[in-house]
């Protein structure tokens, strides 16, 4: 039985000679895997004296969460020359058929398939809605683009800035000022958007009233790119599963919170591997799993065990277990 690689470990810069044609695309662009589901890769870098986690995150197509997450222990504002920093940009595409595009709500990102190139995914971070705020989940498509739109704030608003006396204008011209930045493609869904922002900081987080933010750099280049009437497809899929060669990975984020009292990320873990194993049993690393979903740091780990690592029934009880299921009880009991 041929050896599965397990774990990844972070590439330097001075290691990447094999992924030099990643540099050669464009911002945010990927070539698709002829099979698997995996793209990119984890790096790091050190920062500069003048460098802040955020600056870092934005020049390498990274959010708020995303770089937070992946350095708990270097200070948001002064990473301080010479700090590493670890660039969490690689990827298991989302579970949905890859055609326009793809918005993964708790993984706070969007992916985008063009039509004209199939070889070819994009991938860059966004904001969504906020708790009492979500973004809903859904199929739509775009419809119309405006550049420099104008912005009404919406009535919900226009009453909580009034409740604090400070009533905004009916209609915010295009400009600095306006939370829609210089690009915005309607959706389907009404009054919902795929725009920039005059807070680029903020992208990578849950704090829109629904819409879908991005850095201006990205929303520009999709606005030029994307035409009307392409599919849109809002999902919410914390816990990611997918093949790189022989090794299946998987990738967890935070739930979102008005989902958390429901939502049960080992289990939910369990049946998505399940499925990608049809009716044979994974063999899967479960404590790497476990520690996987219960502190989910959107970091892709590989869960595969070798053969010899398969955990077995404990003697004294000699009834067979029979499914994954089964398998995590006793391990875990």
Same mark, same amino acid.
């Given at each position: 039985?041929?050896?599965?690689?397990?774990?990844? %470990?972070?590439?330097?810069? %001075?290691?990447?000679?094999?992924?030099?044609?990643?540099? !050669? #695309?464009?911002?945010?662009?990927?070539?698709?895997?002829?099979?698997? +589901?995996?793209?990119?890769?984890? &790096?790091?870098?050190?920062?500069?004296?003048?460098?802040?986690? #955020?600056?870092?995150?934005?020049?390498?197509?990274?959010?708020?969460?995303?770089?937070?997450?992946?350095?708990?222990?270097?200070?948001?504002?002064?990473?301080?020359?010479?700090? !590493?920093?670890?660039?969490?940009?690689?990827?298991?595409?989302?579970?949905?058929?890859?055609?326009? *595009?793809?918005?993964?709500?708790?993984?706070?990102? #969007?992916?985008?398939?063009?039509?004209?190139?199939?070889?070819?995914?994009?991938?860059? /971070?966004?904001?969504?809605?906020?708790?009492?705020?979500?973004?809903?989940?859904?199929?739509?498509?775009?419809?119309?683009?405006?550049?420099?739109?104008?912005?009404?704030?919406?009535?919900?608003?226009?009453?909580?800035? =009034?409740?604090?006396?400070?009533?905004?204008? =009916?209609?915010?011209?295009?400009?600095? +000022?306006?939370?829609?930045?210089?690009?915005? *493609?309607?959706?389907?869904?009404?009054?919902?958007?795929?725009?920039?922002?005059? &807070? /680029?900081?903020?992208?990578?987080?849950?704090?829109?009233?629904?819409?879908?933010?991005?850095?201006?750099?990205?929303?520009?280049?999709?606005?030029? &790119?994307?035409?009307?009437?392409?599919?849109?497809? *809002?999902?919410?899929?914390?816990?990611?599963?997918?093949?790189?060669?022989?090794? #299946?990975?998987?990738? %967890?984020?935070?739930?979102?919170?008005?989902?958390?009292?429901?939502?049960?990320?080992?289990?939910?873990?369990?049946?998505?591997?399940?499925?990608?194993?049809?009716?044979?049993?994974?063999?899967?690393?479960?404590?790497?799993?476990?520690?996987?979903?219960?502190?989910?740091?959107?970091?892709?780990? %590989?869960?595969?065990?070798?053969?010899?690592?398969?955990?077995?029934?404990?003697?004294?009880?000699?009834?067979?277990? !029979?499914?994954?299921?089964?398998?995590?009880?006793?391990?875990?009991?």
């Amino acid at each position: 039985m041929k050896v599965l690689t397990r774990g990844l %470990a972070p590439l330097t810069l %001075a290691l990447l000679p094999a992924l030099a044609w990643a540099q !050669e #695309l464009p911002r945010g662009h990927y070539a698709l895997p002829e099979e698997g +589901d995996v793209i990119g890769a984890v &790096r790091t870098i050190d920062a500069a004296e003048e460098d802040t986690l #955020l600056d870092i995150a934005r020049r390498h197509n990274l959010g708020f969460e995303e770089i937070r997450r992946a350095n708990p222990d270097v200070s948001l504002w002064y990473p301080g020359e010479g700090t !590493e920093v670890v660039l969490p940009s690689q990827f298991i595409l989302p579970d949905a058929p890859r055609e326009g *595009i793809i918005i993964n709500l708790s993984e706070l990102r #969007l992916y985008y398939f063009p039509a004209e190139d199939p070889s070819r995914v994009e991938t860059y /971070p966004i904001s969504v809605g906020r708790d009492g705020f979500a973004t809903p989940v859904g199929v739509t498509r775009t419809t119309v683009k405006v550049k420099d739109p104008a912005w009404a704030p919406p009535q919900s608003m226009r009453e909580e800035a =009034a409740a604090r006396g400070e009533p905004p204008p =009916a209609i915010v011209p295009p400009g600095p +000022d306006n939370p829609l930045g210089r690009h915005a *493609i309607l959706l389907g869904l009404p009054s919902y958007l795929i725009h920039g922002t005059n &807070r /680029p900081d903020g992208v990578g987080m849950r704090v829109s009233r629904g819409c879908i933010r991005m850095f201006p750099e990205d929303i520009e280049s999709l606005y030029e &790119r994307v035409p009307n009437g392409t599919r849109v497809n *809002i999902v919410d899929q914390p816990f990611k599963a997918g093949w790189d060669g022989d090794t #299946l990975m998987v990738q %967890a984020y935070p739930a979102l919170e008005e989902n958390e009292a429901s939502f049960e990320p080992v289990l939910n873990a369990l049946e998505i591997l399940s499925g990608a194993f049809g009716n044979e049993e994974p063999p899967i690393d479960y404590a790497q799993l476990r520690q996987a979903v219960e502190s989910p740091s959107g970091q892709p780990v %590989a869960v595969l065990r070798e053969a010899e690592e398969a955990p077995r029934a404990p003697q004294a009880d000699p009834a067979p277990m !029979e499914g994954i299921y089964e398998v995590i009880e006793v391990a875990y009991r």
